[in-house]
Nanobody, 123 residues
């Protein structure tokens, strides 16, 4: 079993940056692909970015390509999401999650989830 805890969310002005972190417990962290999802009020949860177990492969939603960067540090049991040039439409609760394969884009393909961290971008 894996437990995930997100941090780093907050309030930022449009054009600003935030770095989200997801800390994972469990000895099998490095065997999982990981993803960052977000869910805005009234909308479905959507994949933002994913990374393979080794970190050698990454995937981004079109809406964040060129602005967001996903990375991982397996020895530390963490993944990160660097978010630059933030827009008001990036406002959402952001979640990290594990998957057994990469790349996977559906919510149902992910097994363990964190509790989420709120990101609010003001215009």
């Amino acid at each position: 079993q894996v437990q995930l805890v997100e941090s780093g969310g907050g309030l930022v002005q449009a054009g600003g940056s935030l770095r989200l972190s997801c800390a994972a417990s469990g000895r099998t962290f490095s065997s999982y692909a990981m993803g960052w999802f977000r869910q805005a009020p009234g909308k479905e949860r959507e994949l933002v970015a994913a990374i393979s177990s080794s970190g050698g492969g990454t995937y981004y939603a079109d809406s964040v390509k060129g602005r967001f960067t996903i990375s991982r540090d397996n020895p530390k049991g963490r993944i990160y999401l660097q978010m630059n040039s933030l827009k008001p439409e990036d406002t959402a609760v952001y979640y990290c999650a594990t998957a057994s394969k990469f790349p996977r884009v559906r919510v149902g393909d992910y097994d363990y989830w964190g509790q989420g961290t709120q990101v609010t971008v003001s215009s």
